[in-house]
């Protein structure tokens, strides 16, 4: 008789163990489990959408600094001298940006520090240059 309640018990195990497994496979209780991989990857993903973020940030930056080295050509607050040194300075900088790019894994917190340090710097000069009074262009 106890053979038979040990052998009804492993049945009732196996049934309820069947019954479960298709809501896990489902997914119906992922955020319990701790080292569910797609869980990894999502955290992956955001990682790499910060990283574009701060590529963007700085394409955009440099963006606004090319218009506002235009808008000094244009109204005569950079001699023909001081337009060609900085945009020289600031094609190196987007240069600099793009080959951190292309290593593979974006732009890490000491490159973009470094970015950032360059573009402060050429943000100042800019100024700097822009309201020094040297007025060169032709209108």
Do not use: C
């Not at 990682?47 to 394409?59: F, Q, T």
């Not at 600094?65 to 808008?71: A, G, I, S």
């Not at 470094?114 to 032709?138: G, P, V």
């Amino acid at each position: 008789m106890t053979k038979l309640k040990t052998i009804a018990a492993a049945a009732v195990a196996i049934v309820g163990l069947t019954a479960i497994t298709p809501a896990f496979a489902a997914g119906q209780y992922d955020r319990y489990d701790r080292y569910d991989r797609s869980d990894r990857y999502d955290r992956y993903d955001r990682r790499e959408d910060i990283r574009d973020y701060r590529d963007n940030r700085v394409d955009a930056r440099i963006d606004r600094l090319e218009d506002r080295l235009d808008m000094g050509r244009r109204s005569g607050r950079l001699t023909r001298s001081e337009f060609g040194r900085l945009s020289s300075e600031l094609n190196g900088i987007e240069r600099l940006s793009y080959q951190y790019e292309r290593s593979g894994r974006g732009i890490d917190r000491q490159e973009m520090a470094n970015l950032s340090y360059r573009l402060d710097r050429f943000e100042q000069k800019l100024h700097w240059e822009r309201n020094d009074r040297d007025t060169a262009w032709r209108r």
